[in-house]
């Protein structure tokens, strides 16, 4: 008997920061998630994790990958986008990135 993991994902796209008409909020992100067209279609995201990974220059502890977590806190709009707050805030050069909606962990076990 074999356990695989495998992390099931949603990808999303990092539209912006929370904005006014003159004052922009690095704190909050605007999300817009792949398949996601309603308000109402956002609660099942509330809650869930964002991880934006990217490949850093410099090695550190034999990986050159890097990870930013955030948490998706509230709808924002009508059409689909969320905020979300993360851990150390995104850098504007991650504006049209792909992020990844973490759900669940998921087993798997193969007989």
């Not at 008997?1 to 796209?13: A, I, P």
């Not at 004052?23 to 809650?47: A, D, H």
Request: hydrophobic residues 35%.
């Amino acid at each position: 008997m074999s356990k695989t993991h495998s992390k099931l994902y949603v990808r999303g796209r990092h539209l912006s920061y929370q904005r006014g008409k003159r004052n922009s909020n690095p704190n909050v992100s605007i999300i817009k998630i792949e398949g996601v067209n309603s308000k109402g279609e956002t609660q099942f995201y509330l809650g869930k994790r964002v991880a934006y990974v990217y490949r850093a220059k410099k090695e550190v502890k034999g990986t050159r990958i890097r990870v930013i977590w955030g948490k998706i806190t509230r709808p924002h709009g009508n059409s689909g986008c969320v905020r979300a707050r993360f851990r150390h805030n995104l850098p504007p050069c991650t504006f049209g990135a792909s992020l990844r909606i973490v759900g669940y962990i998921f087993i798997f076990i193969i007989l």
